[in-house]
């Protein structure tokens, strides 16, 4: 690869482990969190993994023009989003069958364990994502770069 690739994708991958980090944090189990520590239940419905995703998709889909030539690495990076994200729900419904509160050495180790997950998950998202990436044109890096640095998913002005 070109010096000038690896400006582009380092960057990209950057921001993705960021947002991966966040998620785990964000998005734990509410069962989990501080907040939720002892008998009081959260009134607030969390989404699924899944549903993030399926959002995440959908948005993507529409920002990022994709071609029908680019369908089948779509297609492939997709896929690996949603067994991600079913992973992901299957390990929060896990967690939170134990539901009994932890101490602050146990959720500093679930958050960990929940790290792990996603940085496995983000070397099985990385294949896919690159192999897109590179088949995308000028343009269209250029809008997946600044989705990645901003988090906006925006629809595309090109019909």
Known sequence: MKQKDYQVILPAILALVIVTFLFAILFANTTLSFAAQGSKKSSVTRT?????????????QGTLNITESQQDLWNNLTRVMRENAQDMDAFTK??????????ALEHMKLH????EIHLAQLDKLLPPFEALYVSMSDQQ?????????????????RK
Request: hydrophobic share 30%; proline share 2%; net charge positive.
């Open 48 to 60: 699924s993994a899944v549903e993030r995703t399926e959002a995440q998709i959908k948005q993507l």
């Open 94 to 103: 896990e967690r939170a069958a134990e539901a009994k509160p932890i101490n």
């Open 112 to 115: 960990s364990q929940i790290t």
């Open 141 to 157: 890096k250029n809008i997946t770069d600044i989705v990645f640095r901003t988090g906006k998913y925006g629809r595309s002005k």
